[in-house]
Nanobody, 124 residues
Framework: QVLLVESGGGLVQAGGSLRLSCAAS????????MGWFRQAPGKEREFVAA????????SFADSVKGRFTVSRDNAKNTVYLQMSSLKPEDTAVYYC?????????????????WGQGTQVTVSL
């Protein structure tokens, strides 16, 4: 069992930046690929970014490439999503998730554990 808790969400103006954190409770954190997903009202949950267990590989959705970065600190059992140049369409509940693979998977179905989500709202 992996417990995940997101934090750092909030309201920011378009063009601004926000850093999300996800703290994991597990003794084998580095064995999990970690992903970020988001869900806007009325929409399906969609992939945002992922990072491999080592932190050496990352994946990003086309919609956020060049604007978002994902990183992890395995000593702190924490994964981060740094969001820059935010747009109103980035508004969503953001979830972190742990996969049963060390790879930076883009597939929602490969993630076994999910956090509670944190709201990100980007205003004009």
């Amino acid at each position: 069992q992996v417990l995940l808790v997101e934090s750092g969400g909030g309201l920011v103006q378009a063009g601004g930046s926000l850093r999300l954190s996800c703290a994991a409770s597990t003794r084998t954190f580095s064995s999990y690929g970690m992903g970020w997903f988001r869900q806007a009202p009325g929409k399906e949950r969609e992939f945002v970014a992922a990072i491999s267990g080592s932190g050496l590989s990352t994946s990003f959705a086309d919609s956020v490439k060049g604007r978002f970065t994902v990183s992890r600190d395995n000593a702190k059992n924490t994964v981060y999503l740094q969001m820059s140049s935010l747009k109103p369409e980035d508004t969503a509940v953001y979830y972190c998730a742990a996969a049963n693979t060390w790879r930076a998977s883009t597939r929602l179905t490969e993630y076994a554990y999910w956090g509670q989500g944190t709201q990100v709202t980007v205003s004009l």
